[in-house]
């Protein structure tokens, strides 16, 4: 038998479950209700109703189960579709909503099949600041396959992108490089990303007072893969920056920095000379025996590179 102080506790505590439930079913009614304004917005309602209720909308989704709730309710394709509203303020409450979607899995596909590839580059052209960086983070979101990858860097995301690194907020910077950084890791985007002129806002980004070396030194290691990559990157005086994060970055910019220079390396005797007149033997030592697993293993194979070089300088000396 309960005392009376456990039958209050357990009056209390059905109480409150039923009052959340009541809450969590005007929640799902009031999703409701929204996503069909939204659907009906070409027909019956004026801007302003529209631009309350994805504001709305922009709220609520920053809840997990009300992301769900609202792709449950058919929400995604709408919001798509408001993606290329004139109406800016529409735009950026439609992005940011698909932005917080997105990072349910099951969402992230759904975004992918309601077409969204094209409408966010817009967004990435036409936006608020805020708009731009969170279509930004959201194709970042989206690039979990390759073909996805490949879909987002064919349909004009890049250009729009590099825009962003250039001239962006510090967040919009920051997502820009993010994207450009996933997008990078497929092969068949890197030569579309130098020559839209990445390369000079990434070694840009080189400054630590940035506080993005990492991004950039990422992505400028797969954009090194490439020919006219490592050319772009050499022309902007990246190499010396690549050394320098040898020595002084943090372990994973070391990391990659010297998976940047194998690339160079590997390639060219050229290559080679500007690397150890960089003074970069020191650092490499000193990574490839204190480094990441995979930074070890790229020092150690630079040096094999520069000592091979220095060996047929003597051999022509001699």
Do not use: W
Not at 10 to 35: H, M, N, Y
Not at 117 to 141: D, I, K, M, S
Not at 160 to 173: A, D
């Amino acid at each position: 038998m309960f005392s009376q102080t456990k039958l209050t506790s357990v009056i209390v505590s059905t109480q409150t479950k039923e009052a959340q439930d009541k809450v969590d079913g005007g929640i799902d009614t009031r999703i409701r209700e929204l996503v069909a304004n939204l659907k009906t917005k070409t027909t019956s309602l004026d801007d302003q109703t529209i631009r309350e209720a994805t504001s709305e909308l922009r709220r609520l989704s920053k809840d997990m189960e009300n992301a769900i709730s609202i792709a449950g309710c058919g929400g995604i394709s709408p919001l798509v579709d408001l993606l290329e509203c004139p109406d800016i303020i529409t735009q950026e409450n439609a992005v940011t909503s698909l932005l917080n979607l997105s990072i349910s899995n099951n969402n992230k596909i759904n975004i992918v099949k309601a077409e969204s590839f094209q409408p966010l580059v817009h967004v990435l052209q036409t936006g608020t600041p805020e708009a731009r960086e969170n279509a930004a983070a959201t194709l970042y979101n989206l690039c979990f396959s390759k073909e996805n990858k490949i879909r987002i860097g064919s349909c004009g995301a890049v250009g729009p992108l590099v825009e962003l690194l250039r001239c962006g907020t510090h967040q919009g910077k920051k997502d820009a490089a993010t994207a450009l950084f996933c997008l990078s890791t497929c092969a068949e985007n890197r030569l579309t990303i130098v020559r839209s002129g990445a390369v000079k806002h990434l070694i840009d980004l080189m400054n630590p007072a940035t506080g993005m070396v990492d991004r950039a030194v990422v992505v400028l290691a797969n954009l090194a893969s490439n020919y006219e990559g490592r050319k772009a990157i050499a022309e902007a005086g990246g190499i010396s920056l690549l050394v320098e994060a040898i020595e002084l970055g943090s372990p994973r910019e070391k990391e990659n920095a010297a998976a940047a220079l194998v690339h160079f390396c590997s390639e060219s005797n050229r290559y080679c000379r500007k690397v150890l007149e960089e003074g970069a033997v020191p650092s490499l030592v000193i990574l490839s025996n204190s480094g990441t697993s995979r930074a070890k293993e790229k020092a150690t194979r630079l040096l094999r590179l520069l000592r091979n070089l220095q060996q047929l300088y003597i051999a022509r000396e001699g």
